[in-house]
């Protein structure tokens, strides 16, 4: 818990830090609360598409809720977002990851 409310400390300082907001949901799924990283990932991924690394992990979160469309479809988001950005490492994991659940 200490991590977590060090976090949301950084955070309340700034609230638009993408890498602090992705920091924070992978702790609260260390935790096992998938709600609370579920949120985190959605808000910071409407607000910065861009932030590629945070696909990965929601869509896996899908998996978990055996929710396999909301998935396939986060991991293509996320593969279409790598693609512009040009992280081929990135877009390689996200495919991997969807690939498995076709």
């Known amino acids: 818990m200490e991590r977590i409310s060090k976090l949301r400390e950084f955070l309340q300082a700034n609230p638009l830090d993408s890498f602090l907001q992705h920091a924070l949901a992978l702790e609260y799924i260390k935790l ?3 709600d609370e990283a ?7 991924l409407e607000r910065d598409p861009a932030y590629v690394g945070s696909y990965y992990h929601l ?6 809720k055996n929710d396999l469309a909301r998935a396939i479809k986060c991991y293509e988001k996320g593969m279409e977002e790598a693609k512009k950005a040009g992280e081929n490492h990135a877009f390689g994991e996200l495919k991997g990851a969807c690939d498995e659940l076709m």
């Open 59 to 64: 869509g896996k979160l899908f998996e978990r």
């Open 38 to 44: 579920h949120k985190l990932f959605e808000e910071l």
């Open 32 to 34: 096992g609360d998938d």
